[in-house]
């Protein structure tokens, strides 16, 4: 993405956030971002497109704080590997914004940002390949589970998860100890 793009990117969260997705228009990004109107149309189709650049910065964002909330993580990668699926599900869910452009954009493409391949599979990769390669050098995946491609399955039980009304930690962490590891690790 181009310097321009990113900026009308970021003009409109701004926006966005100020009065809502649903009551933004072209006009309010473009006077946030200090250009005509119909130059924005020159960098973005239109409205739905800059959602889903803006979905796609949030998920970024969100990808960061992720890092940060598992830098001092279980040293054993099964714990590890449902920590971050754990975390992923409740900074997604907690996120305002995130719900907001998710609420704003029809299923199919939410599902297609956050569950295909995208950039967030890219995002997500980066927190869970570690894990992953660590258990795989371990022997301790299942056999013909692949790294690469265990990611956007993955992504799909997140999408998963963010889709169910209530969100008890322990109840999300005991789900993905009994589904999510044994279908990515080995019997111990």
């Given at each position: ?70 830098a001092d993580g ?79 399955w993955l992504l ?33």
């Amino acid at each position: 993405m181009d310097a321009t793009t990113a900026g009308i990117v970021t003009a409109a969260r701004a926006v966005f956030a100020r009065y809502g997705v649903a009551r933004t228009r072209m006009a309010d990004i473009a006077k946030e971002a200090q250009l005509a109107r119909q130059t924005l149309y020159d960098f973005v189709t239109g409205r739905d497109q800059l959602i889903e650049l803006a979905l796609v910065a949030c998920c970024g964002e969100l990808q960061q704080r992720l890092d940060a909330a598992l830098a001092d993580g279980p040293a054993d990668p099964r714990e590890r590997f449902v920590e971050t699926l754990a975390r992923a599900v409740e900074i997604a869910s907690a996120d305002e914004e995130f719900g907001a452009l998710s609420d704003a954009l029809p299923p199919e493409t939410v599902d297609r940002i956050i569950g295909g391949a995208t950039a967030v599979q890219a995002l997500l990769a980066k927190s869970l390949r570690p894990i992953l390669e660590q258990a795989a050098d371990a022997g301790q995946l299942r056999k013909g589970v692949v790294v690469d491609e265990a990611t956007p399955w993955l992504l799909g039980v997140i999408s998963f998860a963010l889709l169910r009304e209530t969100l008890d930690a322990r109840a999300l962490r005991k789900e993905l100890h009994t589904y999510a590891v044994p279908s990515i690790f080995a019997d111990t």
